[in-house]
């Protein structure tokens, strides 16, 4: 069985080139927005210095027009405003595109996975790793970018300001950086510890809900409300405590930093007083000091909260990269299947699936003649979905091979032998859209076929009685429909897909007798120019088919027309007997 990569075993570091890659179609935009910040922090040193001129010269015998004062100083924040305004939007126009593209490349991924990545893989967690986490590492991310470049570009620029003021202490002040670099080390490390266990237990409490969701039938068939409340409760308690932790974790982040900068800052300011009085420097240049070295402690207590949000994104986009690292099918194939026939045959094809304790098909041959009907009868796990399984290509034999109309089906492309067939399977699978749009699916439109499809599916008059007709939603999974209405339209589905050779996995067990005729009787009108492989546990439903397999663990037991086997009196005549009551 295929699982996801657990997300504890790539580096954070690789993770974030990764995310890089997405962002670089769009670094134009990421550009921009370093050159608007960066115009919004060159204005950060004009304010100490305006206060330094006030202090220095406003108080003095050389004083200026006090008017300039207000105008200088709503200018600036005008100016950075604007440049702070244009930052963010420049910044999220890049988010978004990275996002839209970061998605389509999950579900590229999930749509060339192996088939078997979905024996494992619940559809909660694809959801939440397809739509949500793109939205959300991306989001952490660039807020904190934006922090960084909202807060980090000004604190450089106040930082060369302050030199220039007064190298000797500016350069004292930063005693503190390797003290708060080992605290906020250490605290980085817990929260991300913490934070790959929350996402884990929040993927699980996601595939909680989504199992309580499709199973709601079951659920209340066997008054298992309580059972899962109970589960659902311990699953986001542990969520709920791992959440504690990581923010326990973060929220000791800001306050040490801030602590240890408040004793570099008393320190700092206690010796600028003392060289101010014995240099006799002016009030001036030292409330400029003083005030310049206020706002670069507040923009660096904002630059200390970034660490969480980044290694919380970090290990999301660990879980959510997962996906990108899944088996993709493999397509060795380079062959184009062109004016198929529709005769299949199976020779000495044998599989095993991984742990079986027997081959799913041992030693296989069968021969799917072209234009005929051929039917696969059997009890469950004689191998007849297995057939279908290897016919898609959705696995490889073990041993032996395939041909479609002479041609090992290995040497040709899966979306070119994939085209040949149209499958009904015994698990309906319909699409959250209109009635049309699921029978035409993947397809252009055609109305008089569409109708034909319908017609054919014993769903023509159904149709007529909805809302909107065939433009009608079904609701996800065709919620909205019964069991019956659903299978016929998977049916049409197939059939309007008029593809040479059409496979019927219990495609009719659903339905009441007289719709099960009806399809039956158009089918019927397609023998002789369809090749049909029907698997069906109603032996009704085949009488008329040209010829009938009996399988039995892998192997084809009995084979003939339905007179014949009836009248060998073999397996297939119990079968007969056993479902007439007999």
Known sequence: MTSLPPVSETPLRQIALRLAHFVKPHRWGLVLTVLAYIGAAATEPLIPKLIETVFGKGFGKESFAVWWVPVVLIGLYALRGLFSFLGQYLFNWTLSRTVMDFRAALLDSLLR?????????????????????PQQILQL???????????????????????????????????????????VRKLNQRVRQMG??????????????????????????????????????????EVQRNSLKTTAAGALTQPLSQFIMSIGLSVIICLALVQARDANTGVGEFAAFVFALGLLSSRLRHLSDLTQPINTALVVARGCLSLMDMPQEVDTGTGEMVNCHGHVEMQDVTLRYPGAERPALDGLTLD??????????????AGKSSIVHLL???????AGRILMDGTDTHSLKKASLRRQFAVVSQDIVLFDASVADNIAYAQPRDEARLEQ?????????????????????VGANGSKLSGGQRQRLAIARALYKDAPIWVFDEATSALDTESERAVQQALEQWQGRKTLIV????????????????????????????????????????MVRAQNGE
């Open 113 to 133: 996975a192996d088939a078997r990545v979905f024996t494992s893989l619940q559809p909660g967690t694809a959801v939440t790793k397809v739509v949500n986490d």
């Open 368 to 381: 799917f003649k072209a234009g005929q009907t051929t039917a696969l009868v059997g009890s469950s796990g």
């Open 392 to 398: 898609l290509a959705f696995g490889q034999p073990d």
């Open 453 to 473: 499809a319908l017609r054919a599916a014993h769903l023509w008059d159904f149709a007529q009685t909805l809302p909107q007709g065939v433009d009608t939603m």
């Open 141 to 183: 991310l660039g807020n904190t970018v934006i922090n960084l470049l909202r807060d980090g570009l000004p604190a450089i620029a106040m930082l060369v300001y302050l030199f220039y003021l007064n190298w000797q202490l500016t350069l004292l002040s930063m005693i503190t950086t390797p003290v708060m670099a080992v605290v």
């Open 535 to 574: 698997i069906a546990h109603r032996l009704s439903t085949i009488r008329s088919a040209d010829a009938i397999h009996v399988m039995g663990n892998g192997r084809v037991i009995e084979s003939g027309s339905h007179d014949e086997l009836l009248a060998r009196d073999g397996a297939y005549a119990a």
């Open 196 to 237: 790959s266990r929350t996402y884990d237990a929040q993927l699980h409490l996601v595939n909680k809900v989504d199992d309580v969701t499709r199973a709601w039938r079951v659920v209340r068939s066997f008054d298992a409300a309580e059972h899962e409340r109970e589960s659902f409760g311990q699953l986001a308690k």
